[in-house]
């Protein structure tokens, strides 16, 4: 279907299961470990696992200026979880540094201990309809610039958005095996 090459970075987290649906929809999935394998790519997705220890994993290398470049040179950004948290303008509980590329507040794990992990279905009519989602002790948007749209919603709080080429999650939609919303990223934000 598509032949765009979308990576995964593969530093840490889960990304074996976002590169397994990129590659249903027919997408070249390409696990990115070091810098230098953006080029030649159309988009890539950054998953979730624990944002302070991918932040620390990037020290190695320039991460920060390369994704930054990436995207201005019009690389589309899908980051699911963690991967929303490091894409946010600014990060809270507690703070750490982000890319800055999304204009939005994120707070790290704040669905409270009671409720840190579970599985819902999300009003997403983006996306044509309700969408599974499964929440691991997941952040929340707590502001988002005017340039932001909301896709989805969980109680009337947003919980999918996207700004230009940059689509951000604050659940996992690799572990529903629902692939819509790869496929809105690579047909909607990669090709479009
Ligand atoms: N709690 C993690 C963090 O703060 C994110 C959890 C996830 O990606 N599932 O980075």
């Known amino acids: 279907m598509s032949s765009a090459r979308v990576g995964v970075l593969a530093l ?3 990304f074996a299961a976002h590169a397994a649906a990129l590659a249903r929809l027919g997408a070249e999935a390409p696990e990115v470990r070091r810098v230098a394998q953006l080029g030649g790519l159309d988009g890539l997705v950054i998953p979730g696992g624990e944002s ?4 620390n994993l990037m020290g190695d290398e320039p991460w920060f200026d ?3 470049g990436f995207h201005a040179a019009g690389g589309a950004l899908f980051g ?3 991967g929303a948290i490091l894409l946010a303008r600014e990060v809270t509980g507690p703070r750490q540094p982000s890319l800055g590329l999304l204009d939005a507040v994120v707070e790290r794990n704040a669905w409270g201990r009671q409720v840190d992990s579970f599985e819902t279905r999300l009003k997403a009519p983006a996306l044509g309809g309700d969408l599974s989602a499964v929440f691991i002790r997941a952040p929340r948007f707590r ?3 005017p ?3 909301v896709l989805a919603s969980l109680d009337g709080e947003p919980v999918l958005v996207r700004q230009g080429r940059v689509l951000a999650a604050t659940f996992h939609p690799e572990i529903a095996r ?3 919303l790869h496929a ?3 047909r909607g934000l990669v090709a479009g």
Request: proline share 0%.
């Open 52 to 55: 302070t220890t991918l932040l």
């Open 147 to 149: 340039g932001v749209e």
């Open 80 to 82: 699911t979880c963690a």
């Open 12 to 14: 840490q987290g889960d």
């Open 66 to 68: 390369a994704l930054r």
């Open 184 to 186: 809105y990223f690579v």
């Open 143 to 145: 502001s988002l610039g």
């Open 178 to 180: 629902d692939d819509r």
